[in-house]
Structure formats: C-alpha cells, structure tokens
C-alpha cells in the first residue's frame, strides 16, 4: 500500500470528532441546525474571529459554499471575478456559472489578487449595458497554488473592493493551512474585519465533511439560510456539521491540525532546498510543488501517490505533495530518506 | 427532556456505522467517491435491486437528490408532475424551480398519483409551445403523508408513463419505510424495474446522511457524474457515504431499522384504533396522524414532541408522530399508558 | 376568408405609425433605446402617467417583460403570487421558473387577487426557510377572463403588499382596454400610485411589437438596463419601439384603440344580452365569452374564427371573441345579423 | 448632423420592407410565427441554403438568438467555446451564463478559432466530472474584427468538431457581409453544410429587427419552439419578422444590402491604403480598423462619428469605421476627401 500525499482528504477525521459523535448519538436533537451542537460551535466561531455579529452557516463542502455564498450575494447581471487558478473556474464543473453568474478570469503569477489585476478588469467593463458587472471579488487562501495573503496585501484588497463597491469572499477551504504558516501574519479576527463573506474549511482539516460559511457583512445575513435550503445544502441531521466544528474549534484544534501538516510539508521541503530543488511556487503551507526530475518522480512513485502537476521539461516536472493533519512523521521519513539516497 | 416523535432524523446513526467509519478511519482512501466502500456498497444495492445495469451515486439529502436528478433529466421547458402534497413542491424552498424548472401540482386525497391524474395533466398542457411540457412524473414513496404504493398502483402508473414517454422518479427519502409495511407487496427489485430512477433514504432511515440514487434507464447514465459535483453535492470524504450505505445494505439492517420504525408507530396506532381514534390518512408506515382531542393534546404534549398538524374542529386536531429506527419500546409504552389513562 | 376574433393581434399596425417608421427611416439614430424617439416617449409617457421619477422601458413583447420584471425583482429564494389564470402561470412555457422563480397560484372567480386570497398564501408559508417566500404580487389588468380592477380593489391590493413587504406588479398586455373600459374608474396615473411595475401592452393594442415597462419604485430602477440586455432583450434598433410608442402616446390615440376595441366587443355582448345569452365571465373590455349552443356556434363558425373556451354541457359551450383596434363596423354588424337570424 | 459609422443599425430599414408592412398591414394572420409571410420566408431560406430538412425560427437579435440556441443544445454541464473577442464572451452582459452554461474563452490573433485552439481546451479539461465538458464551439462570421472564415477554414474547423462530438454553432449577425466579401469563397449552402446551427442576421444589413435561426442538426429540431417562447423570444406578429425576410431574401437583395455595405468600406479602406495606413486586422467586410494619428482622428471627429477603438501610441489609435447597407456614396467621399486632404 503506498502512502497518499495526493491530497488531504484521504483519511477519515480527527479521533475527537468520532468520540464526540459516538458520545452524543443517542442524543435527540432538533433538525436543520437547530441542535446544540451547531448551537455552540457557531458561539464558538463568532468568539475566535470577535465578532458577535458574524453569522455562521455550516454547509458540507467547498464548491457548495462557494455557489451558495455567490449566488445568494450577486443580482443576475453581476459577476465573480477570480485568479486565472481560482477554484471556481476550474475545478468545480461550472457550478456558479449554472446559478447564472459569469465568472472573470485575472491571469497572475502566484494565485493571488491584486488591486491593480481588478481595476484593469474594471476599466474593461464600462461598456454598460452590455457586459456584466464585476462585483464581486473571490481569492482563495491558501490559493490552490499554496500560497498566502498577508495581512498588508489583505488589507489593501479590502480597501479597494470598500473604495470600490466591491465584495470580497474569500474560500477557506485551506484557511487553517494559511494562518498557522510560519509566514503569515494574519488571524481569524483580521480576515472577519477585512472580508464580507469567507469560509472556514473543515474537509481538508481534519473533518468528515464542512465548512463554516462566515458573513461579516451584515446586508448578507437576512434570509441567507433559504439560500442554504434551496440549494439542497440544509441537512436533516446538522448535528454532524455541528459537533465537527465544536470539537475542532476546541482548544484550538482547528489551528493545530493545520499546524501540523503545514510541518509535515516544510520538513519534506527544506529537505529538497538542501539539495538545490526548485519549485514552482514558493510555498509555506501543506501543498509544495517541487521540480523533480522523471528518474526522481519514477522512484518516489514506487512507493508515493502524488500528481505529477505540470511538465516542465524533457527531463523533469513540477510533482504536487500535499500533507495533511494525519501526515505521519513516518511517511515524512520514508520519503525524505528516498530523496537522501537519490538526489 | 420530552421525547420526539417530530421526525426520524432526531438521533445520530445506527452504531454498525459508527463503528465502521472507526474502524476504516486511517485508511486512505481515493476522494470522490471512488473510495472502496463506495464501490462495495454500490456493488451490494446492484445486487439487492438486482440490477447490474443500474448507476448508483451517493449524495447527501432529498432535496439535493431531487434537485440533482430533475434538473439532470428535463430539458429546460420540460416540467415536473407531483401531488400537491409532494416534498418538491411545498419543502424544498423552490428547489426545483432554482434549476430552472416548472413543477405541476396536482390535488390528491392520499398523496399518490395514478393515471387518471396525469391524464389531466397532459389533456390541460396541448397548447405547444405556449406551455411547458410535461415530462417527468414525481411520486415518494411512502408519501408525505405516510402511505405507500402497491404493486398494482406502481405498474399502472410505469405503464402510463412508458406509453406516454414520460419518466417516473421515485423519491424514497422512507423507501425503506413503504416496503417493509406490513402491507406492502412491493419489492426494491420491482421498483428498480418500474422507475427510471429512484433513490433510497438513509437520512431518515438510520444514516448521519446520505440517499443513494440509482438510475435504472440506462439513457440517464451517462455523464450523471457531473450533475453532482457542478450541484455541490459531490464529497471530497464520499468514504462517509459509501461507508454508511455499506453497513446498512449489510444483513439487510436497512431493512431491519425502517420495519422497527413502522412496528413502533403501529402500536400507538392500534393503541388508539382501541380507543375509536380517527386518522387523518390511513398508514402502515412510521408516520401517523391521528386526530385528538385538544385536552389529549396537551396532556401529550407535557411528555412529548410532535407537530400538530391540522386543525380539524374547536376541539380536535390531527397531530403527527413518527418513529424512527432508534425510538425504544419505553418511548412507546409510555405514549400508549397516557392515551390508556387518558382516553 | 373568414373574419377572425381570435386575438387583438392578428393585424399589423395602426396606420400612424407606419407613416411614422416611413418619415424616420433614413435618420441614423443612437442603438439601444437611445434614439430620439425613445427619449421622446418615455418622456411622453412620464407625463401620462405623472411621475417624473418613473424609469420607462420599451421591450417586444409581455412574456418578455413579465420574466425581465420578476427576475431582476426577486432574490434566488423569492417567489411570485398569481391567479391561477395568470399569463404567467399557464402560457409562459415556464418562462418565470426558467429564471430560478416559483409561481405560486390562486384559484379565483373572476382571474382577479384579493388581499385575503394572499394572506391565505403568507399563512401557509411561514415554514422558514423550508418554503419559497412570497414577495410579489403579479396580477393582469385586464385580466385574461376579461375582467377588470377597479380602483378601491386595487388600492386595497395596494395596501396589503405594502403592509406586508410584497411587490405589486401588473401586467399591463391590456391595460388600454382596462382603463378604458366604460366601468373603469382607474387611470394610468393611479396605477403609477399604486403599484411598483406595471407595463404598457402595445402588441395587443395596434403596436407591431412593443411593451412600455414602467417602474415606479425607485429600488428596482437602478441597473434595470442590465437585466434587458442579458435576457436577449434590448433591440439594437430601440427606435421601433420608441417610434410606435410615441404614436400610440400622442393625442390619446393608444387610449382611443383600446376603447373602439372595447365598444366593438359590447356592441357583441349587447346584442347576445338581449337574447338572453349568458356569459362566461362578465366583462366590459374586448375580450367576451359568451356561452352558446352548439348549432350556433357552427354556423358562426362559418364566418368567423374564434376559440371555443370551454365546454359547458353536453349542447353548449362557451366561445372566446376578442375584438382589437382595428375591428371593422362591418364584421361586427355581420356577426350580429348571424346572432339575430340564428338565436 | 455628423455621419455616423459607429455601426451598422442606425438607419431603419430597406423601404422594400416598409412597403411590405404597409401592404400587408390589415390582413388577418395567424399569431407567433404561422402567419403566411414566415411560412414563405422560412421556404425561401430553406431554398436558398439548399436544405429542405432545415429548420428556420426567426427571432428579434443576435443576443436573444444566441442564449437560445446555446441553452437548447448544451446539457447543464457543458460549456461553450469561443474565442476571447466572441459577442456573447464580452457583449452579451452574461446572457449565455445565466442559463447555466459557462463559456471558454480562447485567445486568437483574428477573432477565428481553429482546431488546434480547440484541442488546446479539450487537453485542459480531462479531469472528469471537475471541470465543465466543453461542447458548442461558437464562431462569428464575419469575426467581431471583421474578419472571415473561408472554406477550407470552416470545413476542417467542422471536421474536427464532429471527429470529436462538438457542435458547431456560427452567430451570422453580420453573415451577409461575410459571405458577400471579395474574398469570400463561401456560400450559405456550404455553411449550411457545415454547421450544425447558424443564424442569418436581419437587423445589421437592412432589416428593423430579425435574425433567422437554421437548424441543421435534425437532433436539435424536436421543440425548439418551446425554447424560442420561454425565452420571451416568440413574437405574437410574428409576421413582422416573416414579411421582412420575406423582402430580404426576395431577389437576392439580403446579399446586394451587404456586398453594398463592403463595397462601401473597401472604398474607404482603400484610400486609406494607397496613403499607406495600417489596420488593426486584415478585413475585406464593412468593418475596418485603421490606425490614425489623433490628429487626423479629431479632424475626422468633427464630421463623423466612429468609435475609437483601441489606443496604439502616444500619437495615434485604431478607430473602427462601420458601414451599413445605406451607407452612401457622398459619406464616403466626404470621408475619403478629408483623408486625402490630411494625410
């Protein structure tokens, strides 16, 4: 059997959400979020990002927040603009499209967005009636190409999309992965202060399946749960959503599964740098994407599963490794011993 | 702390699940449902429904299924037909219509449709193309008001639909509940060959989540796939999925836990058939809606959740009980000794 | 050739306007609804209806801008109100759901709402956020029976929706006819008062093509260009239609069309009263359905063309007349000589 | 009064039309499109393109001809494909998308797509069921630049998409102008052969509104009109749009309108040439892009108006110059007289 850095969703969940579930089973709750489980952990979340006037929706993946939040915020003839890398451009089969929104593509170099990236698109769409209009602004953090805002780069987005008239969600499906980096400088409190909508991500952290959908904008908050229904994203049982994020948000939980395979990542990483590895991106969170050459990526996938992510040339490519909360520190050895005795 | 009869989605999961998701909870696993219990689990309903040339795909509630499977379906001028008490047309916050679609309510007595009805509908809807057109027919089973399909009523109505190029979906959020009535004669296999597609509720039926859809007309197969991920309903962990079908497809459990749930509403029912109680629709299933003097009500009502469900007269209502896999004989004795004491 | 009273729209148009599209034609004109005529008439119309603040836009036809309203009105989870004879419900091939929308229908008498009939609908719709919520009140003046609101049912209708948080739209496909109507006391400027949209039925009162929507809450006026032209409907030659709205708009002559329509229609109904016939509905605009036998109803068939609406018993249906602008002294003198010889 | 080239919908119509509409005004017809005038165009049409087993709708513009067609054929997971200047990617405010469907943008040199283009998209979008399954190709004739397609061009683009199960859907909002072009070896027969869906555009060569759907594609014929109706696009005097045509393809006069409207911008182009200005592309249609120095620009500015399109330098830009089918002589000469008198 060989060992996945394919992604960080392989395994089940942290061990403390299966006790909480077995603990609380026979427990009858109300449906639809009503229980108490869901209850506290929205408390739970308001106190981590300080914010009592957040609300909180628990949904149970990415691409469901990401239409639901979309669809819910934009008037028909509105539009998402997005990096050219953006998740919801490219990997989630058109689903904002099919809730009628067009989505604008910025090519950049890092997966992030820039003030200057959004006036151009902007300045190109001022033909009205007759294109959309960009509205609102998506980023992802930590990108799909690993890399993380920082608090200035945040705080400048959000000054523009404000000066601008412009919404600002951010996808947090890696969020844990962004704030625990050993770079970054920003906190759940700040991201609650700087953007209307964002999620917290709970299937690639360490959960079974959820995300916090977190709106900070208050003229979002009214009848947001209809748009939760509607979409088919209300479960009977919303106690699984809610005791996942209780126990996660527990005693930082949360923060240090994310800790822990942003670890396992740098460890393998600075394993490469030492014998002169390039990468694609330069990245501190739990996907790194090192340039390896073909003979490297055959031996390691004797004994790895990982994706061979972009061919750079005739004897090499850009692998993609990504580490998650249950990354062992074995599976870290075994392959940093590979990488010692052949590069 | 009252008891519910609100719903039979109160409580957690069998525990043979809990036990499974512990028990695989360090696997790794492909994500997206090509994980081996998905498989094995897809593989055991073939087998039940004796069908290996149905498509089974796992998502996470009714509304998603049914919105995932309609809007999959139709064209976007062609509509649904559903009873007038159908889940589609008054629960599901405008599901079906949010993909675009119309759906035609038709008034019934029982909340099943027959031919007759459809006829109605298709002799209203000739004006083309000034009208929608009619084209798939939407019934649950048991119905939102507890009663079930015979066999007879399920082959009149496919015929009806084959002759008139229609396709029937069964909603089967209590599939299990209809066919382990005590007066059913209807089997999963007849239903897998009587529909084109129908689904089978976990939610309601023991499960934390999870309505495995299965699509028997082979011209609905292909590419079904994406509907789901583009709808949000795709799991990165379907491990959650396929391992929670998997047990309960096992030793027939699924089975075992819906005829628990209906013998435990019947009880109450023939407890009060003693006592010359009327019921607002006649059902062998785990819901039942029995018409009780307000005083009864309240009395009830000091030890027990429920919904009161229709106003009937200044001094009775309907109320409505459901039972569920999980709800214990105690629960039971205790409702009968109030009704026995009371009246 | 048979004279036909089948619809208000068989003809082109009236004769003003031709000479209109005559003179203009060589003039280059700003695309979009920018052109001079355009300005002009919706100026015009402003004036009519005297309300500075209204915004007036022109599209081609009632379907159109029945889904252009609702669609940009409401938010995803919104729904619409209607009398189950509304256009919108029965001859829109689902037009409204096709932009994400429910319909929500009314059985009436006379195709007519009520406050009471809508508060019926709140009551039965409080299950959030498990329902569509009810948002706007779509009614047809005249209605599709025929009938008519006068002024204190619309004030009332008014009134309600203001009171509860509900749009009020009408649909104006025959608004000429309405406010012309010999019972009417409503003018288009109480209309303006009352309602929040309403549009300016040109098609079916001696347009070529042609709809003036009208929107007098001033929260649905901004960025309403954008819905037009995404749903296909903003005409790079917007003078066609600022062109014959501006005919139609000087001197009275769209209110001189729909009241010959309307006398010609009486002239009918008048002559049937005094045989005693019995109508389907009692109207005072273009369209009558009075009920016939069936010996009549073929020899008038002969001479005429025209819907039989529905069958009434065994002998005698009712029929659908409409008369139009440009209904001629003389079919309408050869129908009643059939009715004088035959009945 | 400045001259306008800014397009080619300034102006009404041809007076053959006008004349028409006035000599058929008061014929009774039938509604929504079964008129005499549409079932004589529409034979006319089927003639010329030489398919008797076409399929011909007519609707109001090149927008609304778009999202109809598009929505009808693609499934709610596939995408269309075009290049990045196509109408419906940045002139259509999102129509297309807000039936459902995503759009892939392609970047090209002159506004066509060729197959390896499309291959390039195919290659991308291997991760099934993640990613939208591109399956329209849209293409412009003449481009948004004014450009063309030839023969071989169109016929190696159709090979590869029904090599690789795509359509081929060609917007001809300004096909006459394409295939009237000296250049052109193209017929309408050819292109009828070629595409699986094209349109023949009215309002831009000579008509007041109209373009001519053709279904090839016998598989998209079976009710089509219930899309053309949802989408508001069914004309009660659908015989507007059938007398014009009627008139256009009379006689070939849908072709000299065009060859006119060239021949027109050849003139212009050509003075431009011999006094060695650049364009900005290649054309031989009634679009033309010359770059000038703003000086010339402002001088041209005071007696004409053009849009300036594109900014090449600090001391010149490419302005785009539109002719129409009533574009005249004089226009032209005073143009190229200020050209030759300041260049």
Redesign the interface.
């Known amino acids: 059997?060989k060992?996945?850095f394919?992604?960080d969703?392989?395994?089940?969940?942290h061990?403390n959400i299966?006790e909480a579930?077995?603990y609380?089973?026979?427990?009858?709750?109300?449906?639809?979020g009503e229980d108490e489980y869901s209850l506290k952990a929205k408390d739970l979340i308001k106190k981590t990002i300080n914010n009592q006037e957040a609300d909180v929706y628990f949904v149970?993946?990415?691409?469901?927040?990401?239409?639901?939040v979309i669809?819910?915020i934009l008037?028909?003839?509105q539009?998402a603009v997005s990096a050219s890398t953006g998740h919801i451009l490219?990997?989630?089969?058109?689903?904002i499209?099919?809730?009628?929104?067009?989505i604008l593509?910025i090519e950049t170099e890092d997966g992030k967005l820039k003030p200057y990236d959004i006036q151009t698109v902007l300045d190109s769409h001022l033909?009205?009636?007759?294109?959309?209009?960009p509205k609102l602004v998506y980023i992802s953090n930590s990108t799909e190409l690993g890399t993380i805002y920082q608090r200035q780069e945040l705080e400048e987005l959000s000054d523009f999309c404000r000066k601008n008239n412009l919404y600002l969600f951010m996808d947090g499906a890696r969020l844990g992965h962004a704030i625990t980096s050993e770079i970054s400088d920003l906190s759940l409190e700040d991201i609650a202060k700087l953007t209307d909508v964002f999620y917290l991500g709970g299937?690639?952290n360490g959960a079974?399946?959820g995300e916090a959908i977190i709106i900070n904008n208050t003229s979002f908050q009214q009848?947001f749960?209809?748009?939760?229904?509607?979409?088919?994203?209300?479960?009977?049982?919303g106690?699984?959503l809610g005791i996942q994020f209780l126990e996660l948000m527990k005693n930082d939980l949360y923060f240090d599964l994310a800790k822990h395979a942003n670890q396992q990542a740098m460890k393998i990483k600075n394993a490469l740098l030492e014998k002169g590895t390039v990468f694609l991106s330069d990245t501190y969170t739990n996907q790194i994407f090192p340039v390896l050459s073909h003979d490297i990526i055959e031996i390691l996938s004797e004994k790895f599963e990982f994706y061979v992510w972009k061919n750079i040339d005739e004897k090499s490519s850009a692998i993609r490794l990504i580490t998650s909360w249950?990354t062992s520190d074995q599976a870290i050895q075994d392959f940093i011993k590979i990488i010692d005795e052949n590069l």
């Open positions: 059997m060992f996945s394919k992604n969703y392989s395994e089940g969940c061990p299966l579930l077995l609380s089973n026979t427990n009858q709750q109300a449906g639809y149970s993946g990415g691409t469901q927040a990401n239409l639901i669809s819910s008037r028909p003839y539009c490219n990997n989630e089969t058109g689903a499209e099919a809730t009628g929104h067009k593509s033909n009205v009636p007759h294109q959309v209009m299937t690639k079974l399946i009848d749960a209809f748009n939760i229904k509607q979409k088919g994203a209300l479960l009977a049982k106690r699984l249950n």
